[in-house]
């Protein structure tokens, strides 16, 4: 599927160096937004309940915060790219119209944070960037999934 191999994740959709304010996605991160909108995703065959219900949560005004789990092969990546081609088609309620869904591989980001020998100092990095990055009002243009 789309977005997970370890050369799509790492190579990030938006390459990084757009100066973008969300650089961390970027880079570690597939815009599965973009991938539908260049026709590079497979249709969300059977998928429309879920994620029909994952939109449905996303536009509450609180508690929107959807988390698809399950085993391996059940189809949760195909909802969260179903959910990238609609917003890419403009199918969804105007509250998040324009978002953009961001696919991260979680053990590769593990990876990543482990090669290095600063890990205190990059963790620590990280959490000012998680911080800055909660209170900076770009965030609200992405809609972030994680996957093990």
Same mark, same amino acid.
């Given at each position: 599927?789309?977005?997970e191999?370890?050369?799509?994740?790492?190579?990030?959709?938006?390459?990084?160096?757009?100066?973008?304010?969300?650089?961390?996605?970027? $880079?570690? =991160?597939?815009?599965? /937004?973009?991938?539908? +909108?260049?026709?590079?995703?497979?249709? *969300?065959? @059977?998928?429309q309940?879920?994620?029909?219900?994952?939109?449905?949560?996303?536009?509450?005004?609180?508690?929107?915060?959807?988390?698809?789990?399950? $085993?391996? =092969?059940?189809?949760? /990546?195909?909802?969260? +790219?179903?959910?990238?081609?609609?917003i *890419?088609? @403009?199918?969804?309620?105007e509250?998040?119209e324009?978002?953009?869904?961001?696919?991260?591989?979680?053990?590769?980001?593990?990876?990543?944070?482990?090669?290095?020998?600063?890990?205190?100092q990059?963790?620590?990095q990280?959490?000012?960037k998680m911080n800055?990055?909660?209170?900076?009002?770009?965030?609200?243009?992405?809609?972030?999934?994680?996957?093990?």
């Amino acid at each position: 599927m789309a977005g997970e191999s370890s050369e799509a994740v790492g190579a990030g959709v938006g390459g990084g160096s757009s100066g973008n304010k969300m650089p961390t996605l970027e $880079e570690y =991160g597939t815009n599965l /937004t973009k991938l539908a +909108e260049e026709g590079k995703l497979d249709p *969300a065959f @059977g998928r429309q309940q879920e994620i029909e219900l994952v939109t449905q949560i996303l536009v509450q005004r609180t508690d929107n915060y959807p988390c698809l789990i399950g $085993e391996p =092969g059940v189809g949760m /990546t195909v909802t969260v +790219e179903g959910l990238g081609q609609r917003i *890419a088609n @403009g199918d969804v309620p105007e509250t998040i119209e324009g978002k953009k869904v961001e696919q991260a591989v979680l053990a590769y980001l593990k990876k990543k944070f482990k090669q290095t020998e600063l890990a205190l100092q990059e963790e620590q990095q990280s959490r000012n960037k998680m911080n800055s990055l909660s209170t900076d009002p770009c965030i609200a243009k992405h809609i972030l999934a994680l996957s093990e």
